[in-house]
Nanobody, 128 residues
Framework: QLQLVESGGGLVQPGGSLRLSCAAS????????IGWFRQAPGKEREGVAC????????YYADSVKGRFTISRDNAKNTVYLQLNVLKPEDTGVYYC?????????????????????WGQGTQVTVSS
């Protein structure tokens, strides 16, 4: 059974940091492009970062560029998202997703339709 499980969310003050993990079971993440998405109440799911399976190239949404870092550890079958300088607008449920085929254009990696498998999400709340 293919499964993605996110962890590492929580409550943090503005300016703080968190590291989210996305662990896979039933398949090897090394063969998949991975994306991180978030969804705030009443808003659409937004792609924030993605990393390719081939050359580990990364792509970030403008809203998180310079603050978030996506990385992968194939030996641990895990992808990470480091969240720094968090802002209240970063609040939401964060999901990881795996794509069996890379998108035609890297910028498309932040589109939910590019992904085949999804985790259940982990809540991130940024508040003082």
């Amino acid at each position: 059974q293919l499964q993605l499980v996110e962890s590492g969310g929580g409550l943090v003050q503005p300016g703080g940091s968190l590291r989210l993990s996305c662990a896979a079971s039933g398949f090897f993440l090394r063969y998949y492009d991975i994306g991180w998405f978030r969804q705030a109440p009443g808003k659409e799911r937004e792609g924030v970062a993605c990393i390719s399976s081939s050359d580990r190239s990364t792509y970030y949404a403008d809203s998180v560029k310079g603050r978030f870092t996506i990385s992968r550890d194939n030996a641990k079958n895990t992808v990470y998202l480091q969240l720094n300088v968090l802002k209240p607008e970063d609040t939401g449920v964060y999901y990881c997703a795996a794509a069996a085929r890379p998108p035609a254009v890297q910028a498309m990696c932040v589109m939910p339709s590019a992904y085949d498998y999804w985790g259940q999400g982990t809540q991130v709340t940024v508040s003082s």
